[in-house]
């Protein structure tokens, strides 16, 4: 990773970027995993969509995968603007989609709402999706990149 | 998942920045967990929050509630063990404890409160404390990519 890639890290709250590794099959920035004494192996996964950094908490299990938490950060203001620990929700990658997607449409409607500002919720849900969904589909070494061209111009 | 503790975690992450606290003090411990505390205002209360992250976890310490003024311990909330941080937690532990303080504050002093419109009340107090920041920040980056 470039200088500039790894500010982008610090950006969304992670001091040690190097603790990160790219993950071509899960296309998605690893941490070094842990496995505790119980046999479980936790690890944090980061995604970049423009202009969101999300982060999730993994524990794979015997058995099962599990999402402990997630996170999604603006980039640009450094501001969380989600976060939530769960107890047993399985992982998945469509599950981490699904619900940034609804939780990011979710909290602008409401915001909106707040500020006296009526929108169409089908209409913001059609373009989170899509900006979400082609996020997570690209090559987040691109996304990484792309990312820190645009908020990490000085 | 419920597990043996603790998780190692050798990152020293700006965790507090990043949920809206601003850190007061932090400690690596040899477990590999970073103990951190931090604090945000709250109408003229102080909220120390204390947290410890591991990896792919962090959980929820223990909550203080003081007095900004003359710095009195308003409330101290003991967080059982394994429960993972969020702010709602938060929001959901503090508002509780306040409400039960302030109803019974009044008791003792012989007044009568709404313990219902109390509660709406800081509610309405603790969301705009803890999530203010996160709806003016999702409606700049929903604005610059045309989605309002």
Same mark, same amino acid.
């Given at each position: 990773?470039?200088?500039?890639? @790894?500010?982008?890290?610090?950006?969304?709250?992670?001091?040690?970027?190097? $603790?990160?590794?790219?993950?071509? @099959?899960?296309?998605?920035?690893?941490?070094?995993?842990?496995?505790?004494?119980?046999?479980?192996?936790?690890? $944090?996964?980061?995604?970049?969509?423009?202009?969101?950094?999300?982060?999730?908490?993994?524990?794979?299990?015997?058995?099962?995968?599990?999402? $402990?938490?997630?996170?999604?950060?603006?980039?640009?203001?450094?501001?969380?603007?989600?976060?939530?620990?769960?107890?047993?929700?399985?992982?998945?990658?469509?599950?981490? @989609?699904?619900?940034?997607?609804?939780?990011?449409?979710?909290?602008?409607?409401?915001?909106?709402?707040?500020?006296?500002?009526? %929108?169409?919720? %089908?209409?913001?849900?059609?373009?989170?999706?899509?900006?979400?969904?082609?996020?997570?589909?690209?090559?987040?070494?691109?996304?990484?990149?792309? $990312?820190?061209?645009?908020? %990490?111009?000085? | 998942?419920?597990?043996?503790? /603790? &998780? +190692?975690?050798?990152?020293?992450?700006?965790?507090?920045?990043?949920?809206?606290?601003?850190? #007061?003090?932090?400690?690596?411990? /040899?477990?590999?967990?970073?103990?951190?505390?931090?604090?945000?205002?709250?109408?003229?209360?102080?909220?120390?929050?204390?947290?410890?992250?591991?990896?792919?976890?962090?959980?929820?310490?223990?909550?203080?509630?003081?007095?900004?003024?003359?710095?009195?311990?308003?409330?101290?909330?003991?967080? /059982?063990?394994?429960?993972?941080?969020?702010?709602?937690?938060?929001?959901?532990?503090?508002?509780?404890?306040?409400?039960?303080?302030?109803?019974? &504050?009044?008791?003792?002093? #012989?007044?009568? +409160?709404?313990?219902?419109?109390?509660?709406?009340?800081?509610?309405?107090?603790?969301?705009?404390?803890?999530?203010?920041?996160?709806?003016?920040?999702?409606?700049?980056?929903?604005?610059?990519?045309?989605?309002?």
């Amino acid at each position: 990773m470039q200088n500039k890639e @790894i500010q982008l890290f610090q950006q969304v709250g992670i001091a040690k970027a190097g $603790n990160y590794n790219y993950s071509e @099959i899960a296309n998605s920035f690893n941490s070094t995993g842990y496995t505790s004494l119980a046999g479980n192996t936790y690890f $944090n996964s980061i995604w970049f969509v423009e202009g969101l950094a999300v982060l999730a908490d993994i524990g794979i299990g015997h058995t099962w995968t599990f999402l $402990n938490g997630l996170k999604i950060v603006n980039i640009q203001d450094k501001k969380l603007v989600f976060d939530s620990s769960y107890h047993c929700r399985y992982y998945s990658k469509h599950a981490v @989609i699904s619900t940034v997607v609804e939780k990011v449409t979710s909290l602008i409607l409401e915001s909106a709402a707040k500020g006296g500002l009526c %929108l169409n919720p %089908l209409h913001v849900e059609q373009k989170v999706r899509s900006i979400i969904v082609n996020g997570f589909a690209k090559d987040q070494r691109y996304m990484l990149n792309y $990312n820190t061209q645009k908020f %990490l111009k000085a | 998942m419920n597990n043996n503790l /603790p &998780a +190692i975690n050798n990152t020293n992450s700006d965790l507090c920045g990043n949920y809206g606290l601003e850190l #007061q003090a932090s400690y690596l411990a /040899p477990s590999g967990f970073n103990y951190q505390a931090g604090v945000r205002e709250l109408d003229g209360l102080i909220i120390v929050e204390a947290v410890a992250e591991g990896v792919g976890c962090t959980y929820l310490c223990g909550i203080r509630v003081l007095n900004k003024a003359d710095n009195t311990l308003v409330a101290e909330i003991n967080v /059982p063990r394994n429960v993972h941080y969020s702010r709602q937690k938060c929001v959901d532990l503090v508002s509780k404890e306040l409400v039960d303080l302030l109803v019974n &504050a009044a008791t003792k002093g #012989q007044y009568w +409160i709404d313990r219902e419109a109390a509660l709406r009340k800081i509610n309405t107090l603790l969301d705009n404390c803890y999530f203010e920041q996160s709806r003016k920040s999702i409606l700049i980056w929903a604005e610059s990519l045309g989605i309002i």
